[in-house]
């Protein structure tokens, strides 16, 4: 008798390097539910008689070193493995001090339109800038990607040139 034939990696439909894939979502998760934690926390935590030491509690969690801690080997390990993470997760994340970007808490958020008083709907930008660093990134919010251009290879493109030309020429 013979041994059937393993089927190969892309018959299988089996991702290349899946146990990086699978830690880089745990650790997104994981910094994910330390960052909410740390929102749960404030919440839970006894009230101060003094307005220092609430704006001392919401400013400074036990739970921040180690959420920014796993966004920070998140990020290393995307980098490292060349694995692409996906847009939700960039937008989530402060690229500047590896802060999760929670809504309220730690980042603001707002529309922009710098367009001519605002007319063209189009040209809205939305804002997320971060509590803790200052960073600012901007995403554009109506306006869809355009397609990508695709260039023709260089001799295809010299070839065409010289057609066009001899073509006014003659």
């Known amino acids: ?96 001090c590896d802060t999760m970007l929670t809504d309220g808490s730690t980042c603001s958020i707002e529309v922009e339109n710098r367009s001519k008083g605002g007319k063209k709907s189009w040209a809205d930008v939305l804002v997320r800038k971060c509590n803790i660093c200052g960073f600012t990134r901007r995403y554009p919010m109506a306006a869809q990607r355009q397609k990508r251009k695709r260039k023709p290879h260089r001799g295809q493109d010299e070839a065409n040139e010289r057609d066009s030309q001899s073509g006014q020429h003659g």
């Open 1 to 96: 008798m013979t041994k059937a034939k393993a089927k190969s990696s892309k018959e299988a439909g089996s991702i290349p390097n899946k146990f990086l894939h699978c830690r880089a979502s745990y650790l997104y998760q994981a910094a994910t539910y330390l960052a909410t934690q740390q929102r749960h926390s404030e919440a839970l935590a006894t009230p101060a008689t003094t307005a220092e030491n609430n704006s001392q509690l919401s400013s400074k969690s036990v739970f921040e070193p180690a959420s920014r801690r796993l966004v920070f080997d998140l990020r290393s390990i995307s980098l490292k493995a060349q694995i692409r993470m996906s847009p939700a997760m960039k937008h989530s994340i402060c690229k500047n």
